[in-house]
């Protein structure tokens, strides 16, 4: 089994930053890719960003393109998604995903993922 821990969220005003980590733990040696979603209340789980674990290669959601970046240190086991420019739409609680399943680029929809996090709120002030 896999276990997904995040940490990061908060409250910010609008135009701040803020920086989420998801570290994997268990059984990780089959990672394929690495992505963020988040849920807004009473809204569908979307796609924020992915990244292929070995390679490096960076998925966008256009909503976030330009002002978020998802990287990953290897030796530290950890994903990260930093928030830039934040807007009072981007208030979510925002979910780590890991992917075992071997497609051509990162998956963009939650059913692409076998793992999830518990989820962080970020919450942006106007």
């Known amino acids: 089994q896999v276990q997904l821990v995040e940490s990061g969220g908060g409250l910010v005003q609008a135009g701040g930053s803020l920086r989420l980590s998801c570290a994997p733990s268990?059984?990780?040696?089959?990672?394929?890719?690495m992505g963020w979603f988040r849920q807004a209340p009473g809204k569908e789980r979307d796609f924020v960003a992915a990244?292929?674990?070995?390679?490096?290669?960076?998925y966008y959601a256009d909503s976030v393109k330009g002002r978020f970046t998802i990287s990953r240190d290897n030796a530290k086991n950890t994903v990260y998604l930093q928030m830039n420019s934040l807007r009072p739409e981007d208030t979510a609680v925002y979910y780590c995903?890991?992917?075992?399943?071997?497609?051509?680029?990162?998956?963009?929809?939650?059913?692409?993922?076998?793992?999830w996090g518990q989820g962080t709120q970020v919450t942006v002030s106007s």
């Open positions: 268990g059984r990780t040696f089959g990672t394929r890719d």
């Open positions: 990244i292929r674990w070995t390679v490096g290669y960076t």
């Open positions: 995903a890991l992917s075992e399943q071997w497609r051509a680029r990162p998956g963009a929809t939650p059913r692409e993922y076998d793992y």
